[in-house]
T-cell receptor, first 113, second 109 residues
Framework: DVKVTQSSRYLVKRTGEKVFLECVQD?????MFWYRQDPGLGLRLIYF???????EKGDIPEGYSVSREKKERFSLILESASTNQTSMYLC????????????FGPGTRLTVT | SQQGEEDPQALSIQEGENATMNCSYK?????LQWYRQNSGRGLVHLIL?????REKHSGRLRVTLDTSKKSSSLLITASRAADTASYFC?????????FGKGTMLLVSP
């Protein structure tokens, strides 16, 4: 079974802090994704990566950056956390660009105070 | 980017009843997927239906696709309390998926 893990289930940070959210998948998937999920807005794509050191902006990249130094790890970085970044963050992966099914991690609920 | 929209937003039924939720989308698709999300957890893939398919079954799940109406439905038969979750449809873009806002299903014992 594919396993996607996220570094924290719950995280509380202060405004202005630099925040790292880590995601690791164990099935040699090429594509990895970061979403945020907010009530009434559904899932929105922040960034995705289809290869090591490659990244593409999603629908809402502002205020975020990403890093993919190794194939199995995709990090989301909040350079200076703000209260409007309080959200559930979900990481996902797919085998390659032709694969359709996305495998999700359990999510990180981030609160910025 | 196009987005599927689920209907209804929330659905409450008794165990044993069937649950139907619908998804509408705006532009042509190659396939449509359904996912389930238990409270506070990640999404789990349920089923994928391709644009040349009209109906697909998986256990107690039945998915239909009407490309002329740009709509899909997910039917869960003989529902159980464990089916309580949010259900999302997703349409594909360029190597990405676009998710709807979901239908929250509550199945009471």
């Amino acid at each position: 079974d594919v396993k996607v893990t996220q570094s924290s289930r719950y995280l509380v940070k202060r405004t202005g802090e630099k925040v790292f959210l880590e995601c690791v998948q164990d099935m040699d998937h090429e594509n990895m994704f970061w979403y945020r999920q907010d009530p009434g807005l559904g899932l929105r794509l922040i960034y995705f990566s289809y290869d090591v050191k490659m990244k593409e902006k999603g629908d809402i990249p502002e205020g975020y950056s990403v890093s993919r130094e190794k194939k199995e790890r995709f990090s989301l970085i909040l350079e200076s956390a703000s209260t409007n970044q309080t959200s559930m963050y979900l990481c996902a992966s797919t085998l390659d660009r032709a694969a359709y099914e996305q495998y999700f991690g359990p999510g990180t609920r981030l609160t910025v105070t | 980017s196009q987005q599927g929209e689920e209907d209804p937003q929330a659905l409450s039924i008794q165990e044993g009843e069937n649950a139907t939720m619908n998804c509408s989308y705006k532009t042509s698709i190659n396939n449509l997927q359904w996912y389930r999300q238990n409270s506070g957890r990640g999404l789990v893939h349920l089923i994928l239906i391709r644009s040349n398919e009209r109906e697909k079954h998986s256990g107690r799940l039945r998915v239909t696709l009407d490309t002329s109406k740009k709509s899909s439905s997910l039917l869960i038969t003989a529902s159980r309390a464990a089916d309580t979750a949010s259900y999302f449809c997703a349409t594909e873009g360029y190597s990405t998926l676009t998710f709807g806002k979901g239908t929250m299903l509550l199945v009471s014992p």
